[in-house]
C-alpha cells in the first residue's frame, strides 16, 4: 500500500461533514442504549459526551477523538464503533467522538479561534477544553484510556503509550492488530521521538512539560495507562478508519 502523496505541509484530504457526523453518533449512542449529554462549552460551541456505565463492570475504558480538526478517520470510527455495537462483554464505556466542533467545518488542526486544543489541558484557557475536564472530573476513574488521532506526515499507523506503573502493555496486541489492514510507519524516530516498530513509549514528567495534551490530564488525573493512536493521514480514508477501528478492538480484547 502507498501513500497517496497529496500531504504537502499540512493534511490536504477530505474532510467530513459535522453535523452529519455528529447525528449519526447521537442517534447510534441513544439506539443502543448510551446515556447521552450534550457540554455546553460556549453559545455556539456543545461536545457530545456518552457514556454505558453497567451495574458492576470488569473494566471501564474512556475514549475520545476528534480534537484536531483535521484528522477525520477518529469520529468516523467512533461513529463505526457505535453503530456496530460490539463492545467486549463487562466493558463500561465513556466516549467524547468529537472534542473540536469548530475545527472540522474548516478542515483545520486548530479551533476556529486559532487554538491547539490538545495543549491546552494545563491551563485551560479553552472553553472546550474546560467543559470537557467538568466532564471529566464527574466521571470515575479509567482503567484505559484511547485517543484517537491521525497524522498527516506519518509513514503508517502508530501509538504512543504512556504507562507510568508498568502495567502489561497492550501496545505490541495493538500494532499488530492494525498490521493487518494498515501499514505501521518502520521509522526509528517519529514526531521527534524514538520509535520502535511504530510504538513511541516517552518517558517524560508531565509536570515537567509547559502545555499539556489530552493524555497527559488523563494520565494525571483518570488512569494508569493511555494510548494514543495515529494513523496516517496520506492514506485512503477507509484504511486509517479501519486502522484506528482494528486498535480500539485490539485494545479492548487484551486489557
Ligand atoms: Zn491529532
Known sequence: MQRL??????????GIDLQTTLDAQHAAAQRHGWQTEWLEAAPAIRLLALCRPLPRPRRR???????????????LTLRQLL??????AGCALWMCPCLNPTGFPINRRESALGTDLNRDYRHRETPEVRAHIAWLERQPRFDLTLCLHED???HGFYVYELNPEQRPSLAERIV???ARVCPIDPSPLIDGR???????????????????????HLIQHKTTLSYTLEA??????????AALAAAVRAALEAL
Open 176 to 178: 499488530s492488530a492494525v
Open 61 to 75: 475504558v474512556y475514549l475520545s477523538a476528534g480534537i484536531h480538526g483535521d484528522e477525520p478517520a477518529g469520529p
Open 194 to 216: 524514538e520509535a520502535s516498530g511504530g510504538i513511541i513509549r516517552p518517558s517524560l514528567d508531565p509536570e515537567s512539560r509547559p502545555q499539556w495534551p489530552e493524555a497527559f
Open 152 to 154: 498527516w506526515e506519518a
Open 83 to 88: 453503530e456496530e455495537d460490539a463492545w467486549p
Open 232 to 241: 496516517p493521514s496520506d492514506f485512503p480514508l477507509p484504511v486509517r478508519v
Open 5 to 14: 502523496g497529496k500531504n504537502h505541509g499540512a493534511y490536504a484530504g477530505e
